[in-house]
């Protein structure tokens, strides 16, 4: 069953919410960048936001959570790793769930605090760089209490305007960031697939080249409202005397990301 999110925090008096999510390796950071990159082309204020740096409760004490449930004596634990993961999102145990669960609910309610501040009111567009939904796919379990956890966790969870899954072959999202085992990519990349039973709205892109995922983010981000507000900015700016120099409408043209998290 489809769940409606949260409407508390009205999606007009808010920034414009783009969120990012999928297994590591996917690509998520470069279209990030890329898509700042072009709406800060077309006048708009951007922030970006990392959810676990900026939003994740306590995200330090839980990047070390589970470290001593890891089998060292595995023997692709003794291959030197290019990245070392922020957290052991990868170790499932029960009790572990658990002690995600309640700092989930933390995290909910520190993102509505922060979408209602008057701090964020100064920027048009706020893109996420994982959301929510990442949590969701790293609760392991089927059991109906589990189900019934996740349905209040979204209802209570702002919902963004454009919300992308950026998908990808696992071995292609291995080969680039190998930050966690290939069979836990696996299992990652069907849990954020699913996703959409729950979330009908998520806009899940496909495999291929950068270029080629921007593109379909981009056909995305032009039908919004989002782009109408940035002709409508410059339309006053013109009326008012401003000299406004043609921006491109379309991120189909070659993009130099600029901006950082």
Request: net charge positive; proline share 5%; aromatic share 8%.
């Amino acid at each position: 069953m489809a769940l409606s999110h949260s409407n508390t925090q009205s999606k007009v008096s808010r920034p414009f919410l783009i969120t990012f999510s999928g297994i590591d390796g996917a690509g998520k950071t470069t279209q990030i960048e890329y898509l700042s990159s072009y709406l800060e082309k077309q006048g708009l204020r951007v922030l970006l936001l990392s959810f676990w740096d900026h939003i994740a409760v306590w995200s330090r004490v839980r990047g070390g959570v589970g470290q001593g449930t890891v089998d060292t004596s595995r023997a692709d634990q003794a291959t030197p790793r290019s990245f070392v993961p922020k957290n052991n999102k990868h170790i499932r145990k029960w009790y572990l769930t658990a002690a995600r669960a309640g700092f989930y609910m933390l995290d909910v309610a520190r993102l509505r605090r922060l979408l209602a501040s008057q701090q964020l009111r100064n920027f048009d567009v706020v893109i996420f760089d994982r959301y929510v939904y990442d949590q969701v796919a790293n609760i392991d379990s089927k059991s109906s209490l589990a189900r019934v956890y996740v349905k209040v966790l979204l209802k209570r969870a702002p919902a963004p305007n454009l919300a992308f899954v950026i998908d990808e072959l696992p071995a292609a999202a291995f080969a680039r960031k190998p930050e966690f085992p290939l069979e836990f990519v696996h299992r990652n990349r069907e849990d954020f697939l699913q996703l959409r039973e729950l979330v009908p709205q998520l806009i899940v892109t496909s495999p291929g080249k950068p270029e080629d995922v921007r593109n379909e983010i981009c056909h995305h981000v032009n039908r919004s409202r989002i782009l109408n507000s940035a002709s409508t900015k410059e339309n006053t700016e013109t009326a008012a005397g401003s000299t406004v120099v043609g921006r491109p409408n379309s991120c189909s043209a070659q993009n130099h990301p600029t901006a950082s998290v």
